[in-house]
């Protein structure tokens, strides 16, 4: 289960209740490949350490990370050119404070 919801996306995007449910679908793939993607830059998977029974909650910056992510990945759909730009600035950030590093 995502650690983020459409409608939780929705209210990050400031989208307002005329939009319906037109991108619903489009929003929770894009929700799934933050997910996804964050929990490869962390190197755990999210809902194996955080959110479950006898688990902590999930972490409020894991939860802004995803959102982040899914936001500017629905907003910025260019991949290259003059669209392109970099992640959003504190998605790494974020990730990097959560990361068990090992040597």
Known sequence: MAIVTVEELKEHLAFTDDIG??????LARLIDAAENHVNRLLGF????TYG??????????????????????YE??????DGA????????EIVTEFREFTF
Do not use: F, N
Not at 45 to 48: A, E, K, M, Q, V
Not at 52 to 73: C, F, N, T
Not at 85 to 92: D, I, L, N, S
């Open 85 to 92: 730009k970099e992640t959003p600035y504190g998605v790494r």
């Open 76 to 81: 910025c759909r260019e991949a290259a050119g």
């Open 52 to 73: 479950g029974q006898d688990q902590d909650p999930v972490p409020p910056a894991l939860v802004e990370a995803v959102s982040q992510l899914a936001a500017w990945w």
């Open 45 to 48: 998977i999210i809902s194996d």
């Open 21 to 26: 449910s037109t991108d619903d679908a489009l």
